[in-house]
């Protein structure tokens, strides 16, 4: 049923018909879902703006979500954007000859951002804090014009663990790229679907699937990022012990207040002998009732 055309949508025609690959795409999907609902992301009748860099991570995002909302398990309306921001090479009808060709309801919309940044950011210093600012702020004015509720971004699991180190080797914060948050002005969701989908299978998805990949470093800013020392980093580790990008990620998901040093988390100075953490008569987390 997978691969038959009239039962898949567009984006899925051509697919490798391999067992490797059909495994991939159902642990894709699988871990799509999952994010989706352990995160309460769907709001029934809403409307997407997923955003599509070119890139295989948003390659990725856009043919799950699509799949899901073509069976049905995604009772949302999907609007695939792409905001070109002028950078130098940006191959500007790539996406939307593709999209077009996938019948993917879709907003192309130029904003040069590119020269304000270049403005900006003295030479020599990585322009992607800014770059990411004022795309955050353009993807969020297209949502409120396309009618959206949410803004969809493709990051994977490995960003999400990545971002985790920078905050602590750099930040001195235990933090990182949360599921789902409202925007400021608290009427937007932002969702990562792809939060528990490693970077690996990404790839190796968009790869099989021969996307035009558009490479993520046109502007020449990418090299000698801290992430990227990071990313060098969770690699060596892995490659010492397979698996442990996932028990670290996991271990995101499984945090302990009362075993951590923030008074802000947990009331320590109200933690008296005879109870414990779990005690529901002692309130742990200033605020509580």
């Known amino acids: 049923m997978l691969d038959q055309s009239d039962d898949i949508h567009p984006l899925?025609?051509?697919?490798?018909?391999?067992?490797?690959?059909?495994?991939?795409?159902?642990?894709?999907?699988?871990?799509?879902?999952?994010?989706?609902?352990?995160?309460?992301?769907?709001?029934?009748?809403?409307?997407?703006?997923?955003?599509?860099?070119?890139?295989?991570?948003?390659?990725?995002?856009?043919?799950?979500?699509?799949?899901?909302?073509?069976?049905g398990l995604l009772p949302v309306e999907i609007?695939?954007?792409?905001?070109?921001?002028?950078?130098?090479?940006?191959?500007?009808?790539v996406l939307p000859e593709f999209l077009e060709r996938m019948k993917v309801p879709h907003r192309i919309e130029y904003q040069d951002t590119y020269s304000i940044v270049v403005d900006k950011v003295p030479a020599g210093r990585t322009m992607c804090a800014l770059c990411s600012r004022l795309r955050r702020g353009n993807l969020y004015r297209i949502a409120r014009e396309e009618g959206c509720t949410a803004v969809v971004l493709g990051h994977h699991r490995d960003d999400i663990l990545e971002t985790f180190f920078l905050n602590l080797f750099h930040g001195s914060r235990l933090a990182t790229m949360p599921p789902k948050l409202v925007n400021e002005e608290g009427d937007l969701f932002l969702y990562r679907p792809l939060a528990y989908v490693a970077e690996q299978d990404c790839e190796k998805?968009?790869?099989?699937?021969?996307?035009?990949?558009?490479?993520?470093?046109?502007?020449?800013?990418?090299?000698?990022?801290?992430?990227?020392?990071?990313?060098?980093?969770?690699?060596?580790?892995?490659?010492?012990?397979?698996?442990?990008?996932?028990?670290?990620?996991?271990?995101?998901?499984?945090?302990r207040p009362s075993h951590l040093l923030d008074p802000k988390l947990f009331d320590f100075q109200g933690l008296t002998a005879g109870t414990t953490e779990f005690d529901e008569n002692v309130p742990h987390l200033r605020g509580e009732d």
């Open 205 to 255: 998805f968009a790869t099989a699937m021969n996307y035009p990949i558009i490479p993520c470093d046109l502007c020449g800013s990418q090299d000698g990022l801290q992430r990227q020392n990071i990313k060098q980093l969770l690699n060596g580790w892995e490659a010492q012990a397979p698996g442990r990008r996932q028990k670290m990620f996991r271990a995101l998901m499984n945090a």
């Open 12 to 71: 899925f025609h051509g697919a490798p018909s391999t067992t490797e690959f059909k495994k991939l795409r159902k642990r894709i999907i699988r871990d799509t879902r999952a994010a989706i609902d352990d995160f309460a992301m769907v709001e029934r009748g809403a409307k997407w703006l997923v955003c599509l860099s070119g890139g295989k991570d948003s390659y990725t995002l856009l043919a799950a979500l699509t799949e899901l909302q073509w069976r």
């Open 79 to 93: 609007v695939a954007c792409n905001l070109d921001q002028g950078q130098p090479n940006f191959p500007a009808t």
